[in-house]
């Protein structure tokens, strides 16, 4: 249970920086295009392949698996979640599994766009009035 509180906490955290950082980008750059979201994206990416790799059992730092989780999957779990998904083809990659990080990546893409779609497409029939 108490991981569980850690990485929330974690959580809370991450999205509170991702709030500022984009809301920073937004006030700084504009709205025109979305930055924040691109800047936390990268940052976030960098992140969690810097510490996964400073932090992994043969790296050059020792912490313990908690911390891990409550940085990882809580911190920057919170800030974006394209982080875990960059980590993870990454990891398909090294593995020598090509196809699958190329259809991992295809398929993420591709179908979260037709989710998002989607959802946009409910939430429009939801909130039209409807007739007799």
Known sequence: MRDYLWVGLGGALGSIGRF????WAASRFGE??????LLVN???SFVIGLLATLTAPEGRWWVTPSTRQFIMI???GGYTTFSS????????????????????VLASVGLCLAAVWLGHLLGL????????
């Open 42 to 44: 990268l940052s976030g």
């Open 32 to 37: 025109t295009f979305p930055w924040g979201t």
């Open 74 to 76: 809580g911190v920057l």
């Open 85 to 104: 998904f960059s980590l993870q083809t990454l990891t398909l990659a090294q593995e020598g599994e090509w196809g699958r990080a190329g259809v991992y």
């Open 20 to 23: 500022w950082l984009s809301g």
């Open 125 to 132: 029939d939801l909130s039209s009035p409807k007739g007799p």
